[in-house]
């Protein structure tokens, strides 16, 4: 009876504990709703005072100087009462918000207006929608979609594609049918937040990918999913490990990820390629794509990479990795870099044998 006793009681603590869950995703869930509501509420807001400004500022459109000055004296009346969220730069915020975003209705409730306040300082009007497309996909948040812009996500991803086929994949048009459109050469992992010094040890670094793993599989690109670490392959009596396991949905396959602290060579990529070549064997199914095989290293040669790999190859990358946030004109030399080699394989490709 006393075993009947406490196996009862123990139920009853399983279904109390059930029904406090329960509620409890009930009241997380509507404090969400609420939050998304106020965020999207406070977005219209800014958008209809932008509006008014716009309306008022184009009947003094004979004066050059109308619009400066009607947003400092507006700011004058409003600020005082209402806090600094109405002062001189979030009213021309807002006049440039209803610039860029005319129509109510195209305004993504997903998005909040901190997120619209950095979309609406791209120039680039393809380079905004593809911020603005990816946040939404990917329910990034204000601050994940600045470290996205601030990294050049957008520049990275045109180094190896076209400017159509990344906003494509974005606008979910299609889907990714090549490595080269999810992943980014070079990859900035700026938020390993490792200290400069002269080198790592490849176990270090491994390490603190895998602490900072939902990061990591951010910055590696569209539908990444972890699969393991150190993975351990027997060929006969010979041992080998694996660094990196992950799987694409996107591209139905396997991506098996060698990291290097130092400059590539052709045993690296060679030692990369039996690990790929072990993967479509014994672990790819028959509805899978081929494996994709990344090298991950601090200095790549493309040349190297060309002569050593197969023409048709379209499996193995290799991508330099930065552990800080590129500057602008070191994205631009990365540029002229891709476009240089571009045009030498375009030249090699058109010369006639000697």
């Given at each position: 009876?006393?075993?009947?006793?406490?196996?009862?009681?123990?139920?009853?603590?399983?279904?109390?504990?059930?029904?406090?869950?329960?509620?409890?995703?009930?009241?997380?869930?509507?404090?969400?709703?609420?939050?998304?509501?106020?965020?999207?509420?406070?977005?219209?807001?800014?958008?209809?005072?932008?509006?008014?400004?716009?309306?008022e500022e184009q009947q003094g459109r004979d004066r050059a100087d109308y619009g400066s000055y009607l947003i400092r004296n507006l700011a004058k009346e409003i600020e005082p009462e209402y806090g600094s969220g109405f002062g001189i730069r979030q009213l021309e915020q807002s006049r440039q918000f209803y610039r860029l975003y005319p129509?109510?209705?195209?305004?993504?409730?997903?998005?909040?207006?901190?997120?619209?306040?950095?979309?609406?300082?791209?120039?680039?009007?393809?380079?905004?929608?593809y911020y603005e497309l990816e946040s939404v996909n990917n329910a990034w948040t204000a601050r994940e979609m600045i470290r996205q812009i601030?990294?050049?996500?957008?520049?990275?991803?045109?180094?190896?594609?076209?400017?159509?086929?990344?906003?494509?994949?974005a606008r979910n048009q299609r889907i990714p049918e090549k490595p080269q459109e999810i992943i980014k050469d070079p990859m900035v992992l700026e938020f390993l937040g490792l200290k400069r010094k002269a080198n790592y040890y490849e176990s270090e670094l491994e390490s603190s990918i895998i602490s900072h793993l939902e990061q990591f599989l951010m910055e590696m690109g569209k539908g990444f999913l972890f699969a393991a670490r150190q993975k351990r392959i027997m060929l006969e009596d010979d041992e080998f490990f694996v660094d990196l396991v992950l799987y694409n949905r996107l591209l139905k396959?396997?991506?098996?990820?060698e990291i290097k602290t130092g400059k590539l060579t052709h045993q690296d990529l060679g030692q990369l390629q039996m690990y790929v070549n072990y993967y479509d064997r014994c672990e790819k199914t028959s509805d899978e794509n081929a494996t994709i095989g990344i090298l991950l290293c601090t200095e790549?040669?493309?040349?190297?990479?060309?002569?050593?790999?197969?023409?048709?190859?379209k499996t193995i990358l290799a991508s330099q990795?930065?552990?800080?946030?590129?500057?602008?004109?070191?994205?631009?030399?990365?540029v002229e870099t891709v476009k240089l080699s571009f045009k030498e394989k375009d030249n090699q490709t058109l010369s006639p044998p000697q």
């Amino acid at each position: 009876m006393a075993k009947r006793k406490d196996m009862m009681t123990d139920i009853g603590n399983l279904l109390r504990a059930s029904f406090v869950s329960d509620i409890q995703t009930i009241i997380d869930g509507a404090r969400r709703q609420a939050v998304r509501s106020v965020d999207f509420a406070r977005v219209q807001m800014y958008w209809s005072i932008g509006r008014r400004i716009f309306v008022e500022e184009q009947q003094g459109r004979d004066r050059a100087d109308y619009g400066s000055y009607l947003i400092r004296n507006l700011a004058k009346e409003i600020e005082p009462e209402y806090g600094s969220g109405f002062g001189i730069r979030q009213l021309e915020q807002s006049r440039q918000f209803y610039r860029l975003y005319p129509i109510a209705n195209t305004l993504r409730s997903q998005l909040n207006w901190s997120q619209y306040r950095k979309l609406i300082q791209i120039e680039d009007p393809c380079k905004r929608e593809y911020y603005e497309l990816e946040s939404v996909n990917n329910a990034w948040t204000a601050r994940e979609m600045i470290r996205q812009i601030n990294s050049q996500l957008y520049e990275r991803l045109l180094l190896s594609n076209d400017k159509e086929s990344v906003l494509a994949v974005a606008r979910n048009q299609r889907i990714p049918e090549k490595p080269q459109e999810i992943i980014k050469d070079p990859m900035v992992l700026e938020f390993l937040g490792l200290k400069r010094k002269a080198n790592y040890y490849e176990s270090e670094l491994e390490s603190s990918i895998i602490s900072h793993l939902e990061q990591f599989l951010m910055e590696m690109g569209k539908g990444f999913l972890f699969a393991a670490r150190q993975k351990r392959i027997m060929l006969e009596d010979d041992e080998f490990f694996v660094d990196l396991v992950l799987y694409n949905r996107l591209l139905k396959c396997f991506v098996v990820i060698e990291i290097k602290t130092g400059k590539l060579t052709h045993q690296d990529l060679g030692q990369l390629q039996m690990y790929v070549n072990y993967y479509d064997r014994c672990e790819k199914t028959s509805d899978e794509n081929a494996t994709i095989g990344i090298l991950l290293c601090t200095e790549k040669n493309d040349t190297l990479v060309r002569m050593t790999l197969p023409e048709d190859n379209k499996t193995i990358l290799a991508s330099q990795y930065e552990l800080y946030l590129p500057t602008q004109q070191q994205l631009i030399d990365e540029v002229e870099t891709v476009k240089l080699s571009f045009k030498e394989k375009d030249n090699q490709t058109l010369s006639p044998p000697q």
